[in-house]
């Protein structure tokens, strides 16, 4: 299994990023995926979930109504679409899935700052 996130950089506060993760190694249409989070000196953070059929998501408190997870089945890729982002928002961002374990990706850094 291999997740490998990409799309993080710095932005302003009120401004948008989009994040990538290319997954492999495993059936990808079969397994719900989720983006997590852990900023400096914090606990790591679920923001956001998706099953594998995409039918259904989940979103952490902090983040309902400005992020959005996708999936693409046939590029084998998920999606977390940031929208008026908050210095608040700055942290590493990973996707993660369970494949007879959990899986992590080495992350990707999001910087919200003027």
């Known amino acids: 299994v291999q997740l490998v996130e990409s799309g993080g950089g710095l932005v302003q506060p009120g401004g948008s990023l989009r994040l990538t993760c290319a997954a492999s190694?495993?059936?990808?249409?079969?397994?719900?995926m989720s983006w997590y989070r852990q900023a400096p000196g914090k606990e790591r953070e679920r923001v956001a979930a998706?099953?594998?059929?995409?039918?259904?998501?989940n979103y952490g408190d902090s983040v309902k109504g400005r992020f959005t997870i996708s999936r693409d089945n046939a590029k084998n890729t998920v999606y977390l679409q940031m929208n008026s982002l908050k210095p608040e928002d700055t942290a590493v961002y990973s996707c993660?899935?369970?494949?007879?374990?959990?899986?992590w990706g080495q992350g990707t850094q999001v910087t919200v700052s003027s």
């Open positions: 998706e099953t594998s059929a995409g039918g259904s998501t």
């Open positions: 993660s899935t369970v494949w007879g374990r959990r899986y």
């Open positions: 190694g495993f059936t990808f249409s079969n397994a719900a």
